[in-house]
């Protein structure tokens, strides 16, 4: 049987875990000495009160080796085919864990590691065709070819509140010092080939949404799209984003979530996102 793996990187709509047998691997999130495990030890309303509460710059670390293998042991069998679905290797460590698990258990248990070059709810859909294509019959090698063509297709762009998480993680690409200095800006990056990239700066929120749904629409048009929207606190602009999607594009359908503490820390509260792909 096909078991898909994910990471604390993936935007997994409420529901879907359950709906489409996924599990989720947690990542470890880090204030000064204090660690915690995502999900286990840490939720939402824990890491903002954390963040409200500590001085310390939070951090982030992909599980190891040795938790994937426990992971890996712990949930599934000899017989079942597990393909681990990550965050982009240009940007994590994740998937190189996944890939030294899986040569450790080579022989035991079969494991298709597998770079999304993607990050937030784009790797939730991955999942999700990746059960549907399972459910459908599909092969492994089918379902890959899928994965692979949506690798290349999927679109996450986000509006950042200001840069100062960004420029503290080091993951984000092209941040000139410039576009750091500035003040009362609204950041637009873009997950462009696995890393992350300022595309543009706007200033206001308004402006930010607006800019946000254009560039997606000078990429799609009027193709059939899925669309994600994601936020990290702030639900009042992620429905403004949701409710401008749903006008401008053709969404077959639109899913919600906020977005996981491991990107908050990268890329700081008030951050909205919009991730789209095609339909056809």
């Not at 880090?30 to 509460?53: L, N, P």
């Not at 590691?113 to 784009?122: E, I, K, R, V």
């Not at 960004?166 to 696995?194: E, F, H, M, Y």
Request: contains cysteine.
């Amino acid at each position: 049987m096909l078991r898909i793996v994910t990471d604390g990187a993936a935007d997994v709509p409420a529901g879907w875990e359950k709906e489409y047998d996924i599990k989720i691997i947690p990542i470890n999130i880090h204030f000064g000495e204090k660690t915690f495990v995502q999900f286990e030890e840490m939720d939402f309303d824990s890491f903002y009160k954390e963040v409200a509460s500590n001085k310390t710059f939070p951090k982030t670390s992909q599980p190891s080796p040795h938790q994937f293998v426990e992971f890996y042991t712990r949930h599934y069998s000899k017989d079942d085919t597990i393909l681990s679905i990550h965050v982009t290797s240009k940007l994590s460590g994740t998937y190189a864990s996944c890939v030294s698990a899986a040569e450790e258990l080579k022989g035991r248990y079969n494991i298709i590691p597998f770079d999304s070059a993607c990050g937030s709810m784009g790797i939730a859909f991955m999942c999700r065709t990746a059960r549907q294509m399972s459910n459908a019959g599909k092969s492994t090698e089918e379902i890959i070819k899928e994965l692979e063509l949506m690798r290349s297709r999927t679109d996450v762009i986000l509006t950042l509140d200001n840069l100062e998480y960004a420029r503290r993680s080091g993951r984000v690409g092209t941040l000139s010092a410039a576009l750091a200095s500035l003040l009362n800006v609204k950041p637009i990056a873009r997950l462009q080939d696995g890393l992350v990239h300022m595309v543009d700066k706007v200033r206001t929120r308004k402006a930010a949404v607006a800019r946000v749904i254009e560039m997606a629409k000078e990429t799609f048009g009027d193709r059939p799209v899925h669309i994600g929207v994601v936020h990290a606190r702030d639900l009042e602009s992620a429905q403004t984003l949701m409710e401008e999607a749903k006008k401008t594009f053709n969404a077959k359908d639109t899913e919600f979530s906020e977005l996981t503490v491991s990107l908050a820390i990268n890329f700081g509260p008030g951050t909205v996102g919009l991730i789209l792909y095609p339909a056809e």
